[in-house]
């Protein structure tokens, strides 16, 4: 069994097609499909089931699929076990939020690739929860609370929130003072399904968090979105303090009921690398929490938005 196979073989699982997996691993469509074929022929068993609009893995192919991706991630760690930082070499598949990937990550990205210069990031940016192992990404940052199973997981702290509103929006609805005065507000709703949640505002009630149901007039699935909505005076948002700084700072937002921000959100990063990382993760993971660090409260420590 060859390991270029198996390779062959994960990418077109992960990409569900011969012709974008030939495209991502830099190999003719044809070279994909023999190096298939002859996987296929030397386990005995066919891995995928081939349609003119879809591939999808066959029972044997998905049971064979959790075992090729192990193989081929100790196989990576090994052969990156004893790099030292200045012969890192490799491709790395990062998924990132939109809103850290613009303003915190990509800005400084320059700096990173100039100490590794024999690597190159296939940076995934956006807002839903991606399949780490079965979209093939290295590492994931996560802002929430984390539900994947069988993914390692380094917990990096937490972010404060903070409740904005648009000075336009606050002249046509007045400054909310108490959780009473809400009854009068709109809030943007943040839902990555629509219709799965009703909106609220989240505030603390001494014993945890509770919600008070609100109105909204627009429900967004995006980070962008959001803020975007906020900013035309659409209603209040709560959102993560460091993605609002630059507009509390410029005016074009404004803080409101401060002693009721919502429970801080959870930051991780997350891999299938379980114990062999291979040395080019474990660089990009301790450069993008080195980022996030001043951002972040860890339990214990300073709250930095204050």
């Known amino acids: ?17 011969f012709t974008r997996a030939a495209e991502h691993l ?26 003119t609009r879809a591939v999808r893995l066959t029972p044997d192919g998905e049971q064979f699929f959790a075992r090729a991706r192990r193989l081929v991630l100790d196989a990576d760690a090994l052969s990156s076990l004893f790099q030292s930082p200045s012969t890192l070499r490799g491709t790395l598949r990062v998924d990132l939020p939109i809103d850290f990937a ?45 539900t994947d199973s069988g993914l390692t997981a380094r917990k990096l702290g937490t972010l404060p ?13 007045g400054t909310p003072r108490t959780l009473e005065d809400l009854k009068g507000h709109l809030i943007v709703n943040y839902a990555l399904t629509f219709g799965a949640d009703d909106p609220s505002f989240e505030y603390p009630d001494g014993d945890g968090y509770s919600q008070w149901p609100m109105r909204a007039a627009v429900t967004v699935n995006g980070s962008d979105a959001y803020r975007a909505a906020c900013l035309a005076g659409l209603g209040i948002i709560q959102a993560p303090r460091p993605g609002m700084l630059a507009s509390l700072a410029s005016g074009a937002l404004v803080e409101v009921l401060p002693q009721y921000r919502c429970a801080p959100m959870p930051v991780s990063l997350v891999h299938a690398h379980a114990r062999q990382v291979p040395a080019r993760v ?25």
């Open 1 to 17: 069994m060859e390991l270029s196979e198996v390779r062959m073989f994960l990418k077109v699982a992960e990409l569900g097609s």
């Open 102 to 146: 613009r303003s915190l990550i990509i800005p400084r990205l320059p700096e990173f690739l100039a100490a590794h210069p024999q690597l190159s990031v296939m940076l995934s940016t956006t807002d839903r929860r991606v399949d780490v192992v079965r979209e093939g990404f290295d590492c994931v940052l996560r802002i929430g609370a984390l």
């Open 282 to 306: 474990r660089a990009v993971m301790t450069w993008i929490e080195s980022l996030m660090a001043p951002y972040l409260q860890v339990a214990g420590g300073p709250d930095p938005s204050r």
């Open 26 to 51: 830099g190999v003719s469509k044809a070279g994909v499909s023999l190096g298939v074929s002859a996987l296929e022929s030397e386990l005995g068993s066919r891995l995928f089931q081939r349609t």
């Open 161 to 173: 929130m903070v409740n904005c509103a648009s000075p336009a929006y606050l002249h046509e609805y």
